[in-house]
Nanobody, 122 residues
Framework: AQVLVESGGGSVQVGGSLRLSCAAS??????IGWFRQAPGKAREGVAA????????FYDDSAKGRFTIARDNAKKTVFLQMNRLQPEDSAIYYC?????????????????WGQGTQVTVSS
């Protein structure tokens, strides 16, 4: 089983940046994804990374603003978020072990962290 712990959330103003971290008990998983869920909305995929070669995949909302990267030595996956907007406010979760379907679908992952809150204010 994987244990995932997110950190790095917080409150920023519009246009600001945050770097989220997802510490995994092991990076033997194939993919790690970042997801977010705003109040009253469904959980949605933001980005995913292949732990073997670092290939990155992004939702359209994240392209050009967010960067996902992994550090295998530290067993950590990062999500650098720039030019944040109020609509980016949500609880951000990381997930591991992709079991099928889209890399950005919450239904495709087996293990989940507890989440970290991101709030962007104008």
């Amino acid at each position: 089983a994987q244990v995932l712990v997110e950190s790095g959330g917080g409150s920023v103003q519009v246009g600001g940046s945050l770097r989220l971290s997802c510490a995994a008990s092991a990076l033997t998983t194939n993919f790690i994804g970042w997801f977010r869920q705003a109040p009253g909305k469904a959980r949605e995929g933001v980005a995913a990374v292949a732990t073997a070669d670092g290939s990155a995949f992004y939702d359209d909302s994240a392209k050009g603003r967010f960067t996902i990267a992994r550090d295998n030595a530290k067993k950590t996956v990062f999500l650098q978020m720039n030019r944040l907007q109020p609509e980016d406010s949500a609880i951000y979760y990381c997930a591991a072990e992709h079991i099928g379907g889209s890399l950005l679908s919450p239904n495709g992952y087996k293990y989940w962290g507890q989440g970290t809150q991101v709030t962007v204010s104008s």
